[in-house]
């Protein structure tokens, strides 16, 4: 969880489309906002029945804004039935209203390809849209294709279609001008890296049709809103209690089957960062020191596992002990 919160009011909020507001947000002291990388998200608290600022419910929001704005953020929430309570929240927030922020985190940045291909589906524009802009601030090269399910649908709708970068995909509309991987996205080559982002189905589509395609995972940047339907599934063997140990002091705790690494921490009252609880945001993070972990998380590298990190949010061991730096 964030320590450091900033009590934010909403200056301006518009329906870009009938289900997706859009709410700019300032600081309530006037002061400057923490300067942030394309791709990066916020956590914000509001208070379930729409009053805003207590830590009630926390929900990451990507900042959809142009990054070099610092007197305000903005970001985009569509109503979404289907959600856990945080968007109906967000949508009953009102301009005048105060509400609590963290800093901005960033594990979707853009990399250092020459050339960038952006692939949004439904509100998973709003990362994209962030990077879309910082491209055209620098001259980057890119295409940004949009999967919707109408026109209707469609947020920042009326800037992006006039966009010679941007290309529309609807459900509704005949099969040939919905994404076709293979025409859209093509065979990998060096200079490009893939950016995905939006619902769950979308994600492992494109994801699934890229790995066909034989992109190779390090060109493919993803961002989840939520943990991909097999998260949370054990390797064999991998699924029962277990002992974690602090490497800084040796106490150990018991990870009962029932029970994650990261809620026995806090329940121990060890002050661990964390923000999602469901290994897609990166930021509980710890390194392994030793143990065979199970990774459940859709966050680390191939790279960043073989290297020890970890999400106690969502990860276990293999081993009946695992020893954590912390
Ligand atoms: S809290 Fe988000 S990955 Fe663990």
Known sequence: MSANWTDVVVVARHDTTPRIAVFDLARTDGGELGEYEPGAHIDVTVEEGGKAGRLDLIRQ?????????????????????????????????????TLRISAPRNRFGLSSARRHLLLAGGIGITPLL?????????????????????????????DLERHPRVTFHYDDQPAPQRLDMERDAGPPDADTALYVCGPGGFMDHVLGRAAELGWPSSALHKERFSAPANAGEPEQGADGAFTVRLSSTGVEYTVAA?????????????????????????????????????????VLTDEERAEGMFTPCSSRSRTPLLELEL
């Open 61 to 97: 929001y990507s900042l959809c804004g142009p990054p070099d704005l610092r007197k305000q953020y903005r970001i985009a929430v569509l109503n979404d039935p289907a959600s856990r309570g945080g968007s109906r929240a967000m949508h009953a927030v009102a301009e005048g209203d």
């Open 130 to 158: 962030s990077m879309a802009q910082a491209l055209d601030a620098a001259g980057g090269d890119y295409q940004l294709h949009y999967c919707v399910r109408s026109r209707e649908d469609a947020a920042f709708a009326e």
């Open 258 to 298: 029932d029970e994650n690494v990261l809620d026995v921490l806090l329940a121990n009252g060890f002050d661990a960062p964390y923000s999602c609880g469901q290994g897609i945001c990166g930021e509980c993070i710890v390194r392994v020191r030793a143990g065979d972990p199970d990774h459940r998380d859709d």
